[in-house]
């Protein structure tokens, strides 16, 4: 099992998650959607995100589409799975379970009842480090347009600084550019940085030290194209 670390790059597609004509999760027809990804030649996939509908599945649903991508995907690139999940329990056994079956980490996004300020939102993460194990890797999600939890660079820095099992940040602030160098610039402690928003600021992201992309998206083969130029210094 490869786990995730701090080098991470390029694109990280955020999955849909299928359903069939009845609204019933469509397991059989999973593997088509994990194949149409790696051919186009995904440094990762991310599951059970905002865009993979994570919230209108139940326990048993989320842990059953997690197995089937995991065990198809079989290791060929690392599987992130969403657990920003409203109880510490809840988060305990979805996580346990699917890095027991291959996943790479895990990503958080604080709720906005964890939003009563810094030292709240950093002693709720504290906590779900404790829930997932402080060997699990995880990525902060730092989407405060959907989640109304506005993290400052300087929370970041704190987070990362205090929680070691963090490795990246997952930068979908809007505009946040100018937030994406300055986390770049405090952060002592080297992390990976993949960016949302449907790629459209990726380019600049990228110059501006983003790592790659995590974002759903119809043609990922672009997104892949994208940070392959970028890397080879081809920036225009």
Not at 21 to 40: H, K, M, N
Not at 108 to 137: F, M, N, S, Y
Not at 205 to 234: I, K, N, Q
Request: charged content about 20%.
């Amino acid at each position: 099992m490869t786990r995730l670390t701090s080098a991470a790059r390029g694109t990280f597609i955020i999955s849909a998650t299928p359903f069939d004509a009845s609204g019933r999760l469509d397991l059989d027809g999973t593997p088509r959607l994990v194949d149409f990804y790696l051919e186009r030649g995904v440094a990762g996939i991310t599951i059970l995100g905002m865009m993979g509908e994570a919230p209108k599945l139940t326990h048993e649903e989320s842990l059953a589409f997690a197995r089937r991508v995991l065990r198809h995907v079989d290791g060929r690139v690392p599987v992130v799975v969403g657990a920003s999940l409203p109880g510490f329990a809840a988060m305990t056994v979805l996580g346990k379970a699917v890095m027991d079956e291959g996943a790479a980490g895990l990503m958080i996004q604080p709720p906005a009842t964890a939003a009563r300020g810094d030292d709240a939102i950093l002693t709720w993460l504290a906590q779900c480090v404790e829930a997932i194990g402080e060997d699990t890797p995880w990525i902060l999600q730092d989407f405060p347009l959907a989640s109304n939890v506005p993290m400052s660079a300087g929370l970041i820095r704190r987070i990362v600084e205090s929680l070691p099992s963090c490795v990246m940040l997952k930068h979908e602030d809007w505009p946040g550019l100018d937030k994406l160098s300055t986390v770049r610039t405090l952060v002592g402690r080297r992390i990976s940085i993949l960016v949302g928003n449907g790629g459209i600021f990726l380019p600049f992201e990228l110059m501006r030290g983003a790592d790659g992309a995590m974002t759903g998206f119809a043609y990922p083969e672009m997104l892949v194209g994208v940070c392959a130029h970028h890397r080879a210094g081809r920036k225009e």
